[in-house]
Structures are given as structure tokens and as C-alpha cells.
């Protein structure tokens, strides 16, 4: 694999963190417009299609949760699958800066400050040495 090929696959949880919080929040609007529908508390048919549509809303929440459900399960293989490339990598201080940076999303100056060094050094030097160790 090359540099920038290492890199989007790491960048990869960040797209798929993106993709769930999307794909919830859409979940969260199919329960809130399910919420407002009026329920006929007979449970009798009136014949103005209410029920209709809460069957309806009741199937967007239901292929809401399940498109979160999968998002989080691609996140997982994927996720396990870095940490362990990382863990094979044979500098501390790379393995260091990949966790933070590509698994907590931390930013360059976090992570200069974490490993002690320049925040330059540490997004030039340190991160191009962790991506040629990256296998």
C-alpha cells in the first residue's frame, strides 16, 4: 500500500463516525415524526389512513436503526482491523500518533502535546514515519 492509500483507509472511521451520526439523526427524525402521528386510542380503524401511517413510520424507524446497526458493525471490523496493524507497528511513538489520530480523532496539537513534541515535527515528520511503519 502506498502513503495516501494507508492513509484513506485509516481515514475511513472517520467517514463512517460521519455516516452513523447521519444515519441516526435520521432515525431520531422517523421516531419524532412516528411521535406526532395521532393514534386512535379505540384501536379501531377511523378511515382517515392514521394507521397506515404509523405502519409506515413505524417501518422508516425500523430501516433507520437497521442502517445504524450496520454502519456500526462496518466501523467495528474496520476499527479492529487498524488497531491491530498499529499494534504491529514497531515504534511506540507511531503507534501513539495513529491511535490518536485516527482512532480518537485527536488534533495535531493534542497529540504533540500527548507525545511531547512539536506540533510541526509531530504532523510532518513523526506522522510520515508512522504511515511508512503502517502495514
Known amino acids: 500500500m502506498t502513503i495516501t ?3 484513506q483507509y485509516l481515514l475511513q472511521l472517520k467517514s463512517l463516525e460521519n455516516q452513523i451520526k447521519e444515519a441516526d439523526e435520521k432515525r431520531i427524525e422517523a421516531i419524532s415524526a412516528l ?3 395521532a393514534i386512535n386510542y379505540s384501536g379501531l380503524p377511523t378511515g382517515n389512513g392514521k394507521h397506515n401511517r ?3 413510520g413505524i417501518e422508516k424507524v425500523q430501516e433507520a436503526q437497521e442502517k445504524v446497526n450496520q454502519l456500526i458493525d462496518q ?3 474496520i476499527k479492529n ?3 491491530l496493524r498499529i499494534k504491529q507497528c514497531p515504534t511506540k511513538e507511531c503507534r501513539v500518533l495513529l491511535r490518536c489520530k485516527y482512532i480518537k480523532f485527536m488534533t495535531w496539537a493534542a497529540i504533540a502535546k500527548k507525545l511531547g513534541i512539536s506540533k510541526e515535527h509531530t504532523r510532518k515528520y513523526l506522522h510520515l514515519k508512522a ?3 503502517f502495514k
Do not use: F
Open 81 to 83: 482491523d487498524i488497531l
Open 131 to 133: 504511515l511508512k511503519e
Open 75 to 77: 466501523k467495528t471490523i
Open 54 to 56: 404509523i405502519e409506515m
Open 5 to 7: 492509500e494507508k492513509k
Open 35 to 37: 411521535n406526532s402521528t
